[in-house]
């Protein structure tokens, strides 16, 4: 598999989960793990672009897969992506655990809606709704996913 | 392997981002209070926070805790060869290793004491039995299933009322002389007497039958610990995110019989607490002892069911209340509690107050009697009994009169909010002292009660609401008016373990001006590294970018007891303003020396002392840092350098205030409850962050409203704990929240160094009764039901809008 665009190649135990894969071999930590059940979003990366758990996922079915966490946001100068900008200007986070996931699922609902300028209040509860955060109560974390779109509207306007 | 390419450090051009954002500099920080993003993001978002499981040390293995499948049962045998034999594992610890290290049971921070790993028997489901030591995870859980432990099944109690049944199974036959399951004396507040004349006086009296369901702080990072015991050094490091190290340091010493100075508590980012990371549990000494049996750090971190099944559960109060009034006003309250304290008591209170500060009960209003008894019952249900995002049992105080202030109103066929505003206490009566012996500090009830009426256009909703019932639809309106006493707390009546509950801070300005403050109080994503370098910079005129804040690190920073019950800011904070007045004290005397006047001679304002009448010639911090560290003479009677230390020991709580009103649609064929609205308007006092501050009201009312919605902890007949994971024990998601709407009042807390009052739990406290009272305001309009219990889950509703409510189980 690949990792933020780099290549893995280990060998592991077949039962191997993801989230231990990407954190104890590709010893990127940015990545949490918070349930076991696919219920709480913390360890959510995407695989191909799709938002994905990866406390319910194997590292073997990953193989050939490119997947992208937390750490693949940002630009290799250390430029932040607008929806790690966004979290920071909005006070989208308090403790920071559920963060990554909710940022790389903030990630993948901008690049798939057609106009994310535009999203519904509704559209974005749901997007995240498969993430748990105990901090935020949320509304912060949605002005946060807002200020990315609109960000990203205004540069490639600019552009 | 890998690299973090993202990170700046990992880039050639690294040093750029050094002065910059990536390092926490905030662009626009005011120089003092006021908005500003927080400094300690720049990692978070960036995937770097350093969290326990981040932990990894040379030579480290993992631990595994074998858990009771049984609630009650006594242990025949357990036979670990098996598991001995597994090629990864290092270890197997079972009570009786324990007892030869004298570890085998631990004190509770309520004076019980609690087995690290059962011997005799077990006594609450999942508790724990044998811990496995190997060389990776997956192995040590393996091991788990090699282990054989013979049970002898008994009869478990999982209900507090029949706990006290004298048939009931002895749960505690462990301790010498106990020959019932009552966890500790009756204790009572307030004049029984004069409450019996005031409920004798009445008009009219209400009484209700409230269960506060057990629930869990359930913070998204588990709890854990990396223990590092060198056996070369006798040095032990302990990595456990707390949110108490310094306490926890005191304790390990008394648990583990090891020198204080030899222990070091390390919490690095941690991952949210809520009173969760409060207590100790049986996984940290057991990883204790297993870095001093292996000679290896230890890892142990627990599963989510383990986290939510047998660590911290809050509540689980049976009250039974009344409530009374005369010529339109709330007069009488007496309240009687069972409460459920689980298997061992461990519920986290100051030493002098068995209920916590449950007889906060009297709420915000000017009553003429009350009274209230607790008891505390053994259960064979995990213990805990910590406060989820609550200062001591006063989140069940505020649900117990805020939904009694609800029931009366409707006894009365008066509005809920009209009552209150008539029983409420007034403004001129501050300070003032309630039946129940407090001294409330400050408030203008009336006033913050009405902007939230104003916010919520209350007269609109209740005219909305009459339409609705006339078409066959429900909707509910809920209000409270919650008044907290947080930030415990004066040493002459509050320590815990004997440990007074004041806060430490040490200052040190450098020579260049720039600032280390160091604190024992324990962010877990409050945002401390911010607010508290704003602390310092509105007292010293320097900017927050220009200060660290030091915390988590029992080694660098000074003695307190750290981070629960809203206590931060009102005790921390106050120790910073006053550390941070000293240093400007010592400034002053340098400043004199420098502009050859007297130190009386000389002015403050942000940032410089000047000359009175001569604001020209002055000297700012920055430059008497220079000269105070410099080879210059130095004031009569002081030391180089400018540094200072304070303990500060608050001469009261502080009482933060709040009105919520909510607003909630129930689905008449399913019994869902949406919720609509959610106005709450807070009374802190000073916000030195006001970003920040609402931040803890958002995740506050999301937690309340969880508690109230669909958040319980429930039993079978033989004791199982039915919500062992994400799936069972739900928490709400974006789509169960409303869009929060927050107003504030200012009353600033006449006796705190900068007026602050603490908040971060009271949207914990207030939103509970304010959703549980709008279900039922809902219902009692469109079917005439009077009560039910909290969780308001479509199940539950359902029912009690068909009449049939029960307590949960």
């Not at chain 1, 758990?53 to 946001?73: D, N, P, W």
């Not at chain 2, 004049?191 to 506060?212: I, Q, S």
């Not at chain 2, 429900?474 to 815990?496: K, N």
Request: include cysteine.
């Amino acid at each position: 598999m690949s990792i933020n665009g780099q290549a893995q190649s280990h060998d592991v135990e077949p039962r191997m989960l993801l989230v231990h894969y990407i954190r104890e071999m590709a010893e990127l930590h940015g990545t949490h793990w918070g349930c076991d059940t696919s219920n709480c979003g913390i360890c959510v990366v995407l695989m191909d672009g799709e938002p994905i758990k990866s406390c319910t996922t194997l590292a073997a079915q990953a193989e050939g897969h490119e997947v992208m966490t937390v750490e693949g946001l940002a630009k290799a100068d250390g430029t932040l992506d607008p929806i790690q900008q966004g979290f920071y200007e909005e006070h989208g986070l308090q403790c920071g655990f559920c963060t990554p996931g909710m940022m790389v699922t903030g990630r993948a609902l901008i690049d798939k809606h057609p106009n994310p300028t535009q999203m519904t209040d509704h559209e974005i509860r749901e997007a995240i709704s498969g993430g748990l955060c105990r901090c935020t109560g949320y509304n912060n974390i949605i002005k946060a996913i807002r200020w990315a779109a609109a960000h990203e509207a205004q540069a490639a306007g600019r552009s | 392997m890998a690299t973090v390419e993202t990170w700046p450090g990992k880039h050639p051009d690294w040093l750029k981002h050094a002065n910059g954002e990536a390092f926490g500099q905030v662009k626009d920080a005011p120089i003092g209070h006021g908005n500003m993003k927080r400094k300690e993001d720049a990692r978070f978002i960036r995937g770097l926070g350093n969290y326990l499981d981040d932990v990894r040390l040379p030579g480290m293995v993992h631990g595994a805790l074998l858990r009771s499948p049984y609630a009650h049962a006594r242990i025949v045998s357990i036979d670990t060869s098996a598991a001995l034999a597994h090629p990864k594992v290092a270890a197997v610890v079972i009570a009786k290793d324990l007892e030869t290290l004298g570890l085998a049971w631990m004190p509770t921070i309520s004076y019980d004491t609690q087995a690290v790993l059962a011997g005799d028997k077990v006594r609450f489901h999942l508790q724990e039995v044998a811990f496995v030591i190997a060389t990776d995870a997956y192995a040590a859980q393996d091991a788990l299933q090699l282990i054989d432990v013979e049970y002898d099944v008994l009869p478990a109690i999982v209900n507090a009322r029949k706990a006290l049944d004298p048939d009931a199974p002895l749960i505690r036959d462990d301790k010498v002389g106990q020959t019932d399951n009552l966890a500790s004396p009756e204790w009572e507040a307030g004049d029984k007497m004069n409450c019996d004349r005031v409920f004798g006086e009445a008009d009219t009296v209400a009484v209700r039958e409230l269960l506060y369901p057990r629930c869990h702080p359930s913070p998204m990072e588990t709890c854990g610990m990396v223990a590092d015991m060198n056996p070369a050094t006798g040095q032990l490091n302990i990595y456990n995110g707390n949110q108490a190290p310094h306490a926890h340091r005191t304790v390990y010493a008394q648990v583990a019989g090891l020198p204080e100075q030899n222990i070091r508590i390390l919490c690095n980012d941690i991952g949210g607490g809520f009173g969760n990371k409060v207590p100790v549990y049986p996984g940290y000494v057991c990883a204790i002892a297993g870095s001093i049996v292996a000679g290896a750090p230890v890892k142990w971190i627990e599963d989510r069911s383990e986290n939510l099944v047998t660590t911290g559960f809050a509540r689980d109060y049976n009250m039974h209340a009344e409530m009374c009034s005369k010529g339109g006003r709330i007069t009488g309250l007496r309240v009687n509690v069972i409460a459920d304290h689980g298997a061992f008591d461990s519920t986290a209170q100051p030493t002098k107050f068995p209920a916590g500060f449950f007889h906060i009960v009297t709420g915000s209003y000017d009553l003429d009697g009350a009274h209230c008894t607790v008891k505390a019952v053994y259960t064979n249900k995990a213990p805990g009994g910590v406060a989820y995002r609550c200062s001591f049992r006063i989140t069940e105080a505020i649900y117990c009169v805020e939904r009694m202030v609800d029931a009366l109103a409707q006894e009365m066929n008066a509005d809920p909010i009209e009552l209150r505003m008539r029983s409420f206490i007034r403004p001129e009566q501050f300070p003032y002292e309630t039946q129940t012996g407090w001294t409330y500090d400050s408030g203008d009830y009336e006033k913050t009660m009405k902007l939230a009426m104003e916010m919520a256009d209350y007269e609109g909703l209740r005219r909305e609401q009459q339409e609705k019932i006339a078409n066959g639809e429900i909707m509910g309106i809920g209000v409270t008016f919650f008044t907290e006493g947080v930030g415990a707390g004066p040493r002459r009546h509050m320590d815990i373990l004997g440990l007074a509950m004041n806060d430490g801070a040490e200052l040190r300005v450098h020579p260049s001006g720039k600032a280390v403050v160091s604190l024992s109080a324990q962010t877990q994503g409050q945002g401390h590294e911010t607010t508290f370098a704003q602390i310092v910079a509105e007292e010293l005129g320097i900017s927050p970018n220009d200060i660290i804040v030091r915390h988590g690190d029992t080694d660098k920073t000074p003695y307190g007891l750290g981070t629960y019950g809203s206590r931060s800011t009102p005790v921390s904070g106050g120790a910073t303003a006053v550390v941070a007045r000293k240093v400007r004290d010592k400034a002053r005397a340098f400043a004199a020396v420098m502009l050859e006047t007297r130190p009386e001679d000389l002015a403050w304002e942000k940032g410089r002392w000047y000359v009175k009448g001569d604001p020209e010639r002055g000297a700012t911090i920055e430059s008497i840092a220079e000269y105070a560290y410099g080879p210059n003479p130095l004031p009569e009677g002081l030391e180089g350098g400018l540094d200072a230390n304070a303990v500060y020991d608050p001469p009261n709580l502080t009482y933060p205030c709040g009105a919520y009103i909510s607003v909630v649609d129930i689905d008449p064929g399913t019994g869902k409850v949406h919720m609509r609205r959610f106005i709450a308007v807070d009374d802190c006092g000073v916000r030195i962050n006001p970003m920040i501050v609402e931040g803890q009201i958002h995740g506050g009312l999301a937690e309340g409203v969880g508690i109230a919605l669909m958040e319980i902890l429930s039993f079978d007949e033989q004791g199982n704990c039915l919500n062992s994971s994400y799936m069972d024990y739900l928490l709400p998601t974006a789509l169960e929240c409303p869009e929060w709407e927050l107003g504030e009042t200012v009353t600033p807390c006449p006796h705190h160094p900068i007026g602050a009052k603490g908040v971060g739990e009271s949207a914990c406290n207030g939103a509970p009764p304010c959703v549980t009272n709008a279900v039922i305001d809902g219902l009692y309009h469109a079917k005439g039901i009077k009560h039910m219990d909290m969780p308001c889950n479509p199940a539950r509703v359902w029912a009690a809008m068909n009449g049939n409510a029960q307590p949960p189980q």
